[in-house]
């Protein structure tokens, strides 16, 4: 089985040292509870936890998967006790708002323990992590007396909650959804229609699950401005038979089948029925893409974190293996003359994988933290410009954070299966249910491709590249500031350099689009790419700044490893900077050529 510890220092280092968490949560309203010595006990505890009771049920999760029986679908073996444990610590309501029963704690607190689950059992982890974005959605667009009805229960975790989006015939593109919901007399609706991927559709876990779902009303306008938001129960609240708010009457939604899936197995992932089930309308008529794109954005965040978590995994227990097995004797002589071969990890492509995973793992590390914050400032700062800035920051690096993390996080995890070798590719290992789940963090709530075009056409290009300059501005003075520090040269010309380039790029392409649109859909992936790598080598860039000044004391060996993950990135990762480049300023020409009779599809689109 594989193992997995809490890289509880690293994440202290770029906590504490590295973005002063200590010091961003003092300047919170509200929080002041965050001390430092609760924050590392509730990281401890969470560490304990993903390792003691999720990483266990992991891999037997995954063999065994869901089951359908009788219209009800069970979790497999141990799930349904480690969410029992789940709730009654408290972990729901971390950092939901007292007024609905949570601890009021930050929002980034509850990313930094999303890592651990993510790393142990992830397709657990999704049965409460959807949970957070359904809350999150109801507290910004519920009325009171749904916030009462159904966000107490998310906050506590007696209930859990769903986002219904996806029809058969529509992924992304959601005007198409053919769900229809009709006025009752009582104030309600009754919802028909068919929805497929749904994670975390229905399972035993909970007393009760909260659906929110995308429907059209009978006057809907056509496309995505005539979509409605509506909040349909597994259970009619209404017809519960006692005070205490336990499910009653069954509402007309069914889990209609289980998806066969690549990974992710022991979270169901289903297609769901609903066949005149009673909803309820959140927010306005036709404005429920705006609504739901609270929750999307906070799962697409939470997506990111799932491929760091998987490539944290991946790399210790990569490490781990690579100082036991024995294999050849390095090209330098024998390091280890007392056995009959060296460890692998005396073998410079094994250390090229090594620190392929490191560095994106620490990187990646480093940009979720960073980004938590920009969420807390979201929701809590009392400076209208710090807020309007964070907001900016946010809506930049989501897109990063979702596809950058997730693409590499599948290299990563491919990484992790090579240095393995044969073994790699056996279940009993670990490693390859890792490159399974990995796999599916590239495609859902929104593919790699969707996620470039949001944040070139929509973050960058809409805003004639303000919300960019925010960002780069950032980096800019941070080169500057560090120009004259020959410690740090190695990093700060070529991040100059490239941030710089950044901005160049971008003009090319929104040159190149005002004659031709198509050009925005061709640069967007590299594009991301590039904006990913470059991201990362700011905050390495902070990072070895940090890192440079710590050195001389008992902790030498993190820092020095800190430094050298550092250079690794900027000289062996960085480098593939240059590729996007040359490919964003190729253009769509090559990519529009060819017909579609001349791929053999047989027909001209």
Not at 15 to 21: A, I, K
Not at 35 to 60: C, H, K, Y
Not at 500 to 514: D, I, N, Q, Y
Request: glycine content about 12%.
């Amino acid at each position: 089985m594989p193992d997995y510890q809490a890289p509880l220092r690293d994440l202290r280092f770029v906590m504490d040292e590295l973005l002063d968490f200590p010091g961003h949560y003092a300047r919170l309203p509200g929080g002041e509870d965050a001390t430092p010595d609760v924050v590392g006990a509730i990281l401890e505890e969470g560490a304990r936890f993903s390792r003691e009771v999720l990483l266990p049920i992991n891999q037997s999760g995954d063999r065994e998967g869901c089951l359908l029986e009788g219209g009800e679908v069970k979790a497999p073996g141990g799930f349904k006790e480690a969410y029992r444990q789940y709730v009654e610590g408290g972990w729901p309501g971390l950092a939901a708002e007292p007024e609905f029963g949570g601890q009021g704690l930050p929002h980034s607190l509850g990313m930094a323990l999303s890592e651990m689950t993510c790393a142990t059992n992830l397709a657990w982890g999704m049965y409460p992590g959807l949970s957070h974005g359904a809350a999150d959605a109801l507290r910004h667009h519920g009325s009171d007396e749904q916030k009462a009805t159904y966000l107490t229960k998310l906050v506590e975790g007696v209930w859990t909650g769903t986002m219904c989006l996806t029809e058969s015939h529509c992924g992304t593109d959601l005007g198409l959804i053919k769900t229809r919901a009709v006025p009752a007399d009582d104030g309600g609706y009754d919802i028909t229609g068919t929805k497929i991927f749904i994670s975390a559709g229905d399972h035993n876990l909970a007393e009760n699950i909260v659906h929110l779902v995308l429907a059209k009303l009978p006057d809907a306008p056509e496309g995505s401005k005539g979509i409605s938001l509506f909040v349909v129960p597994k259970y009619l609240p209404e017809d519960m038979p006692d005070e205490n708010g336990n499910p009653g009457a069954r509402n007309g939604v069914t889990c209609g089948s289980l998806e066969h899936k690549m990974g992710i197995h022991g979270n169901a992932t289903c297609v769901m029925n609903f066949d005149g089930a009673r909803g309820y309308l959140v927010g306005r008529p036709h404005k429920g893409l705006s609504c739901m794109f609270t929750m999307m954005n906070v799962a697409r965040i939470g997506v990111g974190i799932q491929g760091l978590g998987l490539m944290e995994a991946s790399f210790q227990n990569s490490l781990g293996y690579a100082r036991d097995r024995l294999q050849m004797r390095a090209l330098s002589g024998a390091k280890a003359e007392d056995k009959p071969a060296d460890p692998i990890i005396v073998h410079p492509d094994v250390r090229r994988m090594l620190l392929t995973q490191k560095a994106f793992a620490e990187g990646g590390r480093m940009l979720v933290m960073y980004t938590a914050q920009m969420v807390d400032l979201v929701e809590q700062a009392t400076d209208p410009a710090e807020r309007e800035r964070a907001e900016t920051l946010l809506g930049l690096l989501t897109p990063i954070v979702k596809a950058f993390l997730t693409e590499v996080g599948f290299e990563a995890t491919n990484e992790g299966v090579q240095v393995f070798g044969g073994h790699g590719f056996i279940q009993e290992w670990g490693m390859e249910q890792l490159v399974r789940d990995a796999r599916i963090t590239r495609l859902y709530e929104g593919t790699t491709g969707i996620q470039a075009l949001d944040l070139l056409g929509r973050k960058v290009l809409m805003s004639q590249g303000e919300t960019l300059k925010v960002f780069t501005k950032e980096i800019h003075q941070f080169c500057k500031a560090e120009a004259g520090n020959p410690a740090l040269a190695e990093f700060i010309e070529p991040l100059a350099r490239l941030n710089a380039e950044w901005g160049e790029l971008t003009m090319g392409v929104g040159m190149k689009a005002m004659s031709d649109r198509e050009e925005v859909g061709a640069a967007s992936v590299d594009y991301l790419m590039y904006s990913g790598y470059v991201t990362l080598a700011y905050l390495f860039a902070r990072a070895a700044k940090q890192a440079s000044q710590a050195l001389g004391g008992e902790e030498d060996a993190f820092y020095r490893a800190k430094l050298g993950t550092a250079r690794f990135f900027y000289q062996r990762l960085l480098p593939r900077t240059r590729a996007h480049a040359e490919m964003i300023k190729a253009g769509g020409a090559s990519l529009m050529a060819i017909s579609a009779a001349d791929f053999g599809l047989g027909f001209e689109i």
